[in-house]
């Protein structure tokens, strides 16, 4: 749909701005044929690039030698595990809520931008294994009598792999023991004699996983659980700019729900992930078990009263700012740095979400039509936002399916005469309001008078 | 006093509310009230009914009651073989399909399903079975069949085939002018929801959101009474969604509870043959679709309880959809014989329907339930939305009967409408030898479940319940035929007008019905129509026509052309192969149309060669796919197909190339390394890309998905992984059923 904004701005130019713009890109799906869509050069060179949509291990290996130009961007952040691995993001948001409550007890009257109840609300009680193993032991003691199950992630998987659900404390007794570092510290150096047997045990090592406790009342649709994928865009963590994006997807489970014990096995029940389900019998490639996230919002509405539906929105709303604003200290700044977030969230049956993952990375090719469309209709907007060919004006509130979340220190949000606190989830309007956009944008344009050629900023001209 | 009105009475005189809204008003009545003196004694008790709360009640049961003792019309002879045809052809195929399964039309359950038997867990042992009859057969009897026979019968006009509908049954077919006043309350310019707002506004959203909040609270207010009539004028101008079951629940005057236990009994223990259908109806057509996948197993449940409800075919409005069939009572432990079966009117003594609703399900049947499963998510409350409705509007469009507003009336108004809106383009379908009426049949017969999204079609029902008529269906099929009349016009064949309308998803129903009944480029100035329905609405109307009346918002100057709709919901930048839907070049003849069109360039020898369509001859009709698969030419063609003689011979193709050799301006072709490149493939690629399915069946399903195994290889190969399925692992043995056997 940015051809809205090529028909009207970017023809009154007397160079087409997107001629000159170069991508290198690691991926082939979807992304590409944004970029190829929106009349950008693919550059085969390593480094003359406007854009350049990396994997994550590119940022890590390379991006620390290299020096980058001022108008080169990257999709990644330096750090962007923060935010993405799941222990991490516990340790991160657990001192923002304990910042918060300080903040909070040194001057209780001061209206912060996020009350310390927001942070704990974010996601369920959580344990990084082993470290926090006595910890947890005695969280989970005091959860027992309520029947409480507890699920194991391993820390650095995805996909569902590794993921196991449990409710006695002999199923990860083998996180009891000492991560491996310690132990060497306590033992000293130990003569490497039986190197067979050395290796066998580092495989039996226990891998880093968080304990989450699991959410044994989701709601339920259909009698499947699910859960949502939510895209965020952050442009900057200094000053934090957030865009979050009005369509998702949720994922449903293949199985009706069950918390019996014999089904905590049962991956087909408890996981939502594609990965997942991929392996069911009737999996169905076709439709490949995603709703649109209006249709789950226009469901609720006709089930639910729309108070509170309109409550549920807003309080995701508000788990995605809380946990930006958590690492938004530790991020390394990088104004070459862009990142799409693919946040994770359930809903409980109290109507409320618990974020229950980040990826930095979200799957970006399609499984069927629809998925490729919206996905398609996301990154075009992604490429909108960042504005490499310079149309926008930097105040827009919508570009696209984008709503301004946070910007410059405040939230940004519907008026607040409006029955709605959240743009989530509502008819994605993005083609009307690109099309209003750029007729708007071109109008400026026009008004403006033409700058000296030799006065125009940044542009290179070949 | 009236007949009707003597009727009404004695009917309430059955309920037991009305004695007890009697001895109410007789409390009331002697209760000492100062004012209770005054006026005279009918005032007094008039009072007391009112204040005694009994009043909306025994209102909403009158209005119920009067609604159903609308007069029917007598069926004409030739809709009346028609019917009976239909009833016998349904039976031969139940006896077929009977036989083919070896399963008696009723069973019992070799195995009860009990509450231990973790109903939650989809069954697992594989049943296969087929539809009993599709679409096409009924579309085959309604024009062919009944045509040709009128034609026989009628034969004062010999070689002129009678139009459906009006000639048949004699029942006057509204035409447009009728059809606008009739749905003046749908003129833009009343504030309707499910009208995407105007892009001009500035605040449209606030707007949008300020209108449906205002309806929500009238809409809580009319509640409050629950008087059907009133609610009915609500539902013209739709129902805010958090309100719509209530006020669908009670348009329709339905009673939770028992009409579910009455359904739902004996579904554990017998078993009848259109259950097996019922469920892989269910599994090909909600399972599969992309709004309703979630509520597969509740929409299971209200196809089964619906078509095990004794009731349903007394409650239909229009009649039993077909004649039931008849067989024997079930004696204690087997099912009916099969030669007991027989199509008769009623149910004698010890005998029943086949199934007990007497509806035998079409391939297809179960999208009906689609909308309720969205709209409730649960089976008490669904069940009795659903039944009212089916009885009420659903069955009729699928019933052939001589009543107004069934099937054959419906197909006629389509075609009235489609000639007098697109007449151009009824007549270039005639000489293609097809019909609008082809493509636009399983629209009208399942009511547009299937083709549009969820939303949309819970507009379009709000309107239908609203109107208290299925006349929006056909009218809003012949709005999306008009839309795309211009495209038909340059269809060339069959399958590109099949393509055209294969999907409509992206159509919004109440704009277009809107643009359809009111556009102005059908030569009436809306507004005019808008004030000449505005006077002749009577009083009871204008109360909440008064609070609806949000038609001084802005100026209207037409709603929206053909191609504005189409592109509403598009993204242009998507590619041709990204969609099923025909691209917006189609919009302009030239593009698309020409490239589908082979060119006769293409073949060296300028021979003119006839493209060659297989059909596979299956009971291939879904909703989305009215003819049988076709395949596309595209399939066949590589590069090498089109080589020239010598081609093969020449030295180049065994050089391996380098990638990137530099192309020489003078004279020497550059010789790529692939195949493709010494061709112009790109008609063949476009192809290709324009109907992935056609090559699916070659190429994709060999293919490795390039996620990982793709489902078929994972199915074959599931008993080898530990992790998943590792119970139904049997090694080296045999499994049937379960038993495992040593070879």
Redesign the interface.
Known sequence: ???QLRKHVGSQRDHPPWKDIKFRCAFHNTIY?VLK?RGFRETENEMDFDLFWCDKEWIHEVFDHIHLQAHQRVNHFRNHYELTRKDLLVKNIRRAQRQALKEHRCSPCRVGPIPAQGFAACSPTTFVLPLEYSMFVEEFKKQQANGAIWIMKPVGKSQGRGIFLFDKLSQVSSWRQDPKWMRIQKEGEKPKLRNGDEEEEEKKEAEPYVVQRYLSDPLL????K?DLRLYVLVTSYSPLTVYLYRSGFAR?SH??F?MDTADLSD?MIHLTNVAVQ??N???????G?K??L??LK??L??????KKVHQLFEDMQNVILFSLLSVQKVMIQDKHCFELYGYDIMISKDFKPWLIEVNASPSL?A????D??MK??LL?DVLTVLDFEKYLQGTEDQIGGFDVLYRNGVRVGP?A????RSRLG??N?R??QL??LAQHLAGEERNRTPPPPSAVPGRRRR | MDDDVKEVLAALRREAFFWRAKQATKDQLLRPLEDATSGTEREAVERAFAASGFRDKVKAFAFLRLRSMRPGTQDSPSVDWARRQWSELLLQRLQKLSQEQRQPFLRRRPKPLTSEDNP???REEEVSTRHIVDLNSLYNLITRDLRTRLARDSSNRPGAMPALGSEMSGIHLRSLEELRLRYGELAPGYGHLGV?EL?EARDA??EA?KL??KR?RLGQKLLVNAYPAELQILARFGVS??L??EVWGACLGAKHGAALQEAARGICEWEWLTDDVLRLDVAEHC?????Y??????VEALVLALSRDPQVSKLCESGSPQIPIVVGEAVAQRGPALSEAVVKDTAGEGEQFLPPSGVVPFKGFSNYACPF?????RLETAYPLFRGFYCRHLSRLHSISGQAETLVTLCGLFEQLTAQAAPRAVQHLLALDTSPLRYAFHWIVTGFVGCL???QILHLWDRVLGFDSVELVPVLAAAVFALRARLVLAARRQEEVQLLFADVSCVKAIPLLQAFLFGSDLGVDPWDLFREVNGQIPDGRSTVLKEHHVGSVGFWSRSFSASDVVAM???????VI???QPPEELLSPKSTMEVLTPKATLDPANRRSRLHYTCRIEDGFSPTNFLPSVTTPGTKSRALDDWRVGEGSRIMNYLQPKKYRPMSLYGEAFQGKWNTDWHDVSHISALRQKYPWARESIELKALP????P??QE??RN?NFGPS?GADKCVRGMIRCGSLCMIP
Do not use: Q
């Open positions: 749909m940015s051809d044929d869509s649709i259909g009698g499947k699910f449903f199985a009706r069950s991956a991929k392996h019998d009737h999996y169905d490639e076709k439709r078990g709703w649109d209006h249709s226009m469901h509405m006709m089930t639910e009263d729309p090719s499984n069927t039509v629809t490729y469309e398609f209709a075009d008026p005469t409006a029955a709605y509502c008819c309007n083609e009307e099309r209003r | 939650g867990k989809p995407p892009p959203r606030a959101a449906e909040m929500r969604p958090s719509r079951r399972a599969n679709d992309v709004s996948f979630p509520f597969d197993e509740l499963a969205f709209l409730s998510d999204p969820a939303e919901r598009r993204t242009p930048t998507r590619r990204d969609s099923r998905h390039p996620e990982g793709n489902a994972i199915r599931r998943h």
